[in-house]
C-alpha cells in the first residue's frame, strides 16, 4: 500500500514537471478576432471600474434589447419600461464600425463609408468600439450639459445614465440595466483584426505574452491603432469667412448623401421626428423659400438642433464638427437649390 502512494504521488509530480501549464494556467493564445480589451488586460492594464463583471449571455441579450428595442425583460422576469418613449439608443448611435480609418474623425470619410455600407450618417458616435475610449462627452459637451459630463467624462456607465435622461429624453436607468448594455458594448468592441492586426503581429504577441517580454511596447502599438474618445467641437455658422471660402462651392452629389443618409434617417414618414423631408420637387422649393428669409437656417439647424420643449420632447441633436463639416452643409445647400431648380 504504501508503495503504491509513493507511485502515485511520484507520478504527479512528473506531470507536473512535463505539463507545467498544469502549475499555473497557461496564457491562452489570442486570435484575431480576440478582444482587443482582453488583450490589453492579459498585458496587465487594469479593468476599468464601469467594466462589468456579468458577461453571460442573459446580460448581454438584456443589452442588446435595450439599445434596439428600448427595453428587455429584468432579471426578475417582469417587463422593463421603456428608457425613452421618444427614441431608440440606435436612432442617433450607429452600432458597426463608421470610419474607415479608426485614428480620425474625418466626417468626410465617414459619409463616403456610410454610402459604402449602407449605413446612416448621425449626430451620436458609434457604439461600436465605445469599450475601448477612455473618456466620453468630451470637449465641448459641458458647454451643453454643464456639470453633468463630469462624471460621465470618465466613466462609461455614468455616460450611458447621462443619454438616457439627457440626449434620449428618457428616464433613469438602474444599474442592472447599465450594467447590461455594457455587458453588450463589449461584444461590440474593437477586436484585433478590426485594428489592423496581421498573422505576424498576432504570433509575435502570442509569443511575447507567453514569455512576458515586451509588455509596455505592444500596449503603446495597440492603444495607437485607434481613438482614445471621440472629440467633440462645437461650431457657430461660418458667418464671416463664409462669402468668400463656402458660399457656391457645394458639390450637390455629396449633399444628396447627407440628405439621405442624414435627415432623412430620422425626418421620414413614422421617424423619429414629425416633420417628414420627402423627395419630390415641392418640398425642395420650400426649403429654398427658408433660404429667402434667412441665409443661415441650415448652418443654424444643423449646428444648434433643436431643443426639447414641455410637451414636445423631441428634440434634434446638433451636429459637432466631427460628425459634420462646413462644406458637408453647403453640400446640403447645393443638393436642395439642384432639386428646387435653382443655381447657386
Ligand atoms: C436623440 C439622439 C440620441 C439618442 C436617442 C441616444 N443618444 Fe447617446 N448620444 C447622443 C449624442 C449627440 C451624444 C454625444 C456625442 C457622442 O456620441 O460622443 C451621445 C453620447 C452617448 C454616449 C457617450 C459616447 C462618447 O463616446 O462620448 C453614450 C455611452 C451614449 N450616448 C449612450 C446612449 C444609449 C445607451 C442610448 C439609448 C438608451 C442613447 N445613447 C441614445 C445622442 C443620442
Ligand atoms: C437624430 C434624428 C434627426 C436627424 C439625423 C436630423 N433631425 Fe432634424 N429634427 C429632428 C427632430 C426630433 C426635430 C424636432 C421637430 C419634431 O420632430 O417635432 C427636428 C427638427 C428639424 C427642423 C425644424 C423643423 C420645424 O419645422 O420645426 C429642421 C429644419 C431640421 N430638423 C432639419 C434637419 C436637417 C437639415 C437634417 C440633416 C442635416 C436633420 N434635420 C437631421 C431629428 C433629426
Known sequence: MKKYWFFVVGSLCMTLMVFPSWKASAPQAFTLSSKVNDVLFALGQPKPSWYPEDLSEAAIERGREMIFNGRTTAPDGSKSKFISVYYMCTNCHNTVIEDPILTVADPQARLEYAAQHDIPFLQGTTFYGITNRETWYNDDYYKKYGDLVKPANENLAEAV?????????????????????????????????????????????????????????????????????SPATFLEPPYDNYWETLRGKGDAANGKLVYELSCQACHKSYGVSDVVFGDDKQEFKQFNRWFKKNDWWLFQVVRHGTHPAPGHREYMPHYTKERMTDQQVEDLRAYILERAGKGS
Open 161 to 229: 445614465q447621462l443619454c438616457a435622461m439627457e440626449c434620449s429624453q428618457g428616464r433613469p436607468v438602474e444599474d442592472w440595466e447599465i450594467q447590461s448594455i455594457i455587458a453588450y458594448y463589449t461584444t461590440i468592441g474593437y477586436s484585433l483584426s478590426d485594428i489592423g492586426f496581421s498573422e505576424q503581429d498576432l504570433s509575435a504577441l502570442n509569443a511575447d505574452i507567453a514569455s512576458g517580454k515586451n509588455t509596455v511596447k505592444w500596449v503603446e502599438n495597440i492603444r495607437g491603432r485607434y481613438l482614445h474618445k
